[in-house]
């Protein structure tokens, strides 16, 4: 994971785990030469990572688009 998104992803994955409750399902990949990072959790965390009104997901794409790293990213949370 040289390339680009690799920090992204870990950046990504840092921030989920430690929103959830159970951090060993977090699984978070990077596609389309880093222009897409999935964020994967356990279904009980899903809202977690979502929060109300979708802040905590909103937050995320902040923090992920003021990287340089990220920037132009799209952060998806997949089912």
Do not use: Y
Request: glycine share 12%.
């Amino acid at each position: 994971m040289a390339d680009r998104g690799a920090d992204s992803v870990e950046l990504v994955g840092f921030l989920a785990k430690a929103i959830v409750s159970d951090p060993d399902d977090v699984s978070v990949t990077v596609g389309d030469s880093g222009e897409l990072i999935e964020l994967e959790t356990a279904d009980g965390d899903r809202g977690r990572v979502i929060g109300r009104q979708g802040r905590v997901a909103k937050a995320l794409r902040a923090i992920l688009n003021a990287t340089a790293d990220g920037a132009g990213s799209r952060l998806d949370i997949v089912d």
